[in-house]
Every structure is written in structure tokens, then in C-alpha cells.
């Protein structure tokens, strides 16, 4: 069974730095590319990036380019998000999802707070 | 970035009546591999989002027979043939034909 346990989340201030980690288990983690999505409270969903299964491409939505940066250590089967710069705006739940087929399972998400 | 478009924002369906929600893309999400990047997801109250339908119409792991995608282009349409209450929750269509990946709004399904 696909199991996907992210963490890291938690209060912040403008301008402060979170690190978010997702635990993989289940599956082959090196064979599948991996996003981050978020959701702020109330409102839809936002793609925020991916990483190739080798972790040699990565991409970025333009909200979070030049901020967050994707990772992934596939001796760990875990998929890393460093957030830096963050806004207020960034406040939401973070995703883990996994690919194969695209975003074919969820992890239940970690709750960012950006707030003074 | 692509705009995706659903319609209508909120549903209420008595049990056992079927359901359509459609989705519009701004460009079509046929690749020139032929396959359609088009995908719809159900986010049930307290819960994150879980793939429903991928490229249109097939239908993920466990999801029932009830549920099904059409559509090709700029035009999709999921349908639910006889809802069920287990059904309520949010459904969000999503393109991935081109990055930024983008979500519909969401359409509102509720019981009556």
C-alpha cells in the first residue's frame, strides 16, 4: 500500500525559512516523480513543483521560483520541500503526491502557517 | 498558464439521480503523443484530494464503475450515474499538458 507521510509544518514568520519532509513507502520511490501541491484554507488546489524520479529535473510554479527549492534522497524514499522567503500568501496545506499515473496518491498534508 | 473552467460550481443530486460536471480548458489538452492530459479528483470533507479519472476517461484503482470522463480538446465532462452519499465533497479537474499544472475552481457536490 502507497504510503506518503509528510511533516515539517508548522508556524512561521514572513520572511522565515520551513523545511518539509515526505516519507514514501510502498513503492519502487526512485521510479516515480514526485510534486508538492497546496492548498490555502478555503480555496483550490495549486500546483506548486515536481522533481523527476533521478531528482535531475525539477520544476516550479512561478509563485515559488527563487524560494522553495525540490528535493528528493532516494536512500531514504523521501521527498523534501525548503521553503525560504515565505509570505503570508504561502500559508496552506502542502501536499505530497505521488505520480504514475499523475498524482495518483495523496498524503494527507502539513499545515504552513505564514503569520507575524 | 491554462485556464480551466468547471461548471457548475456547486451540484445538489438526490441519491440514486446522476451528476455532470464539465470542465473547459483555455487550449486543448491533446499531446502529439495523442494521449489528453485532462484529470478529475474528488476531495471529500477532511480529506486531501484522491485521482479519480486520468487522460479523459480511465478510471484509477478503486474508483467505481459509476464514475466516468469524456470529453477531448478544450471540453470534459465527468459523470456520475447514480450518486451516492459517499460522493459528497468537492471535484476538481486539472491539465498537465503544459506547466504550470492548473486546477478548475472545484464544483461543490452536495446530497439533497
Known amino acids: 500500500e502507497v504510503q506518503l507521510l509528510e511533516s515539517g509544518g508548522g508556524l512561521v514568520q514572513p520572511g522565515g525559512s520551513l523545511r518539509l519532509s515526505c516519507e514514501a513507502s510502498g513503492f519502487t520511490f526512485i521510479t516515480c516523480d514526485m510534486s508538492w501541491v497546496r492548498q490555502s484554507p478555503g480555496k483550490g488546489l495549486e500546483w506548486v513543483s515536481s522533481i523527476t524520479g533521478s531528482g535531475g529535473s525539477t520544476y516550479y510554479a512561478d509563485s515559488v521560483k527563487g524560494r522553495f527549492t525540490i528535493s528528493r534522497d532516494n536512500s531514504k524514499s523521501t521527498l523534501y520541500l525548503q521553503m525560504n522567503s515565505l509570505r503570508v500568501e504561502d500559508t496552506a496545506v502542502y501536499y505530497c503526491v505521488k505520480h504514475s499515473p499523475l498524482f495518483g496518491n495523496w498524503g494527507q498534508g502539513t499545515l504552513v502557517t505564514v503569520s507575524s | 498558464d491554462i485556464v480551466m473552467t468547471q461548471t457548475p460550481l456547486s451540484l445538489s443530486v438526490t441519491p440514486g439521480q446522476p451528476a455532470s460536471i464539465s470542465c473547459k480548458s483555455s487550449q486543448s489538452l491533446l499531446h502529439s503523443s495523442g494521449k489528453t492530459s485532462l484529470y478529475w479528483f474528488l476531495q471529500k470533507p477532511g480529506q486531501p484530494p484522491q485521482l479519480l479519472i486520468y487522460e479523459v476517461s480511465n478510471r484509477f484503482s478503486g474508483v467505481p464503475d459509476r464514475f466516468s470522463g469524456s470529453g477531448s480538446g478544450t471540453d470534459f465532462t465527468l459523470k456520475i450515474s447514480r450518486v451516492e452519499a459517499e460522493d459528497v465533497g468537492l471535484y476538481y479537474c486539472?491539465?498537465?499538458?503544459?506547466?504550470?499544472?492548473?486546477f478548475g475552481q472545484g464544483t461543490k457536490v452536495e446530497i439533497k
Open positions: 486539472m491539465q498537465s499538458i503544459q506547466l504550470p499544472r492548473t
